[in-house]
């Protein structure tokens, strides 16, 4: 252990102790959700096993040693009978006989006298088809086929352990491939083909039966509208096969919180919909809805990896909030939106008033497709401080929305609509030349040479031709990439960890520097960091908040820097807002600081001014 970590240990015991704790309780949690498949259809899952067993019927035997004349009287007899099995003395079949044959034999004149000597061994068909009692359905299906379709009409041995144990008929295995096929077609139609939850039809269905139900017994319903938070991000961080698994995962989760009677169907991409009825007490769909926000928020294993995921839900009451189909859909949608908007992970009910915030989202999102091109984005500066000498030294770029009806939207409402829509490609690019472009616009005019820290998205991050769009802007611009800082969080760091280290490298080789923003947040531990190359780390605003007061948060600040520090890393204080929070900050020798205390984000022809006027404070 080095110093550091010696003088760390009572914090990393406890740290470790409750994390303990929690995989205990995860490991059973885990087991108890993703473990248990939802029930859907019990007659297709068992079609996947289906043998030949159930198409067995006895018929009795014939001994090969039997004589031709007997087994046509047997035919005679029972005018059901079309094929018997040809056994020997071990009651193992060996050929098979059929109407068919013994009619082509006896039919013609004489027959009788010339063959009745004959033994049935003498004129079987030896070349049936035979099959253990374990044979797939479909794998008689292809035997059949390659054997000829005359077994079609003949039928099938079938034995256990070599022993005959009864026939099949071909008509009886056509019945049970086409009512397979059926059900397959069914499946394909009503389920969804990837999480094997109802889709989007069969939910319509049920949820218009539940409706007619809930008119004629009286008793309500909710329907609830569950959207995965952030799926796009992680889809597009860790691939579509991972974001698949999290589907599947995800589906089994919900279907696990809810009761058997209740429906989970998936809406298409990460919207999932559930039909909670027979509400018994009031307050019981709100109940549900808090167990599911629990039981998401678990950690989940994909692919041996690790991750936390949260969701968020709307709810609609049937008949409170609307009594057709179509209008709780919408009503659950629009609370849904609410959760969205006010931060995600949570579940909200159905007011009226959430119907103009939906309509607000979207024209939100219009929007922001036309604002860049109306030039409504600007990018604002935040004054980084080196405490040892009072001195700016960079400015963090913070993008801004002059939105022509709202006025100035913050990043925290419009980043995520972004985000999610895939608009940040293209307005993160627009933030790295616009902020690269003002810093050698800013030296022009005299200013010296400050940091300029440049937020990046995870999707922009992991986009294929990020460094190569890093490096048009250094040369487009003509600034010194040693005065750009990206930061990045720690979740895009520690997702892909392989790929990320490669990409750092690269952006690294142009000669840019790298800071972990909001650092503390995340899950990451500062010593698996070092292993990327970084500079910096920021540490997140949370923990400077009322630090003087917060024996947790100095604790925990403290640990940062004198880690950090051990590990070379610079690090800086973000959100400082007050003189005690400044004090505080500086007795821990953390040498940056940024925050209202010094400036609030400001454009960057106010920033000039604040600039030479931080010099005629000395
Ligand atoms: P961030 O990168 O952690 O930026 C710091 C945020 O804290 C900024 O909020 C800043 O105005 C605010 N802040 C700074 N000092 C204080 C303080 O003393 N007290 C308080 N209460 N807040 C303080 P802002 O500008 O609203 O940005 C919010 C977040 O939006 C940023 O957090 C960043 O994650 C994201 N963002 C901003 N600009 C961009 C951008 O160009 N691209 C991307 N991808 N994200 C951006
Ligand atoms: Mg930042
Ligand atoms: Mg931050």
Redesign the pocket.
Known sequence: MTHVEQRLSPLLFLWLFMKSLTRAAKDKVLADLDMKRPNLDGSYNQNQSATVKQLLHYVDPIPVQQRCLDVLNIFIEDKSLFTAPVINDNNVPVGLIDRGRLTEIFFKPYARDLHHRKLIGEIMTTDPVIVDINTSIDDLANITINAGMRHMANGFIIVESSAYVGMATGHKLLEEITQRKQQDLYFLAHYDQLTGVPNRLLFKDRLMQACQYAKRSDKPFALVFVDLDRFKQINDTLGHSFGDQLLINFAHRLTSSVRESDTVARMGGDEFVIILQNLTEAGHAEKVAATIIDNIRLPMLIFDREINVTASLGVALFPLHDDTVDGLIRKADAAMYEVKAKGRNGYIVYSEVYDQCLIERSSLETDLRMALNNQELSVFY?PQIHLPSNRVIGV????RWHHPKRGLI???TF?PIAEESGL?LAI?AW?LHEACRQHVEWVSQGLPLLRMAI???AI?FRQKEFCACVKDVIEGTGIDPSYIEL?LTESVVMTNPLQTVATLNELRALGIKLAI??FGTGHSSLSYLTRFPIDRIKID?SFVRNIQDVPANEAIVKAIIAMGGSLGLEMIA????TVHELECIKNHHCQEV????FS??IPAGEFKDYWHQSLRKD
């Open positions: 935040q963090e770029a913070l993008l913050s990043p925290g980043i940040i993160g933030v937020n990046v998205s922009q930061e923003d909001d605003q973000e959100g400082v807002e940024q925050g209202f205390h609030k984000p």
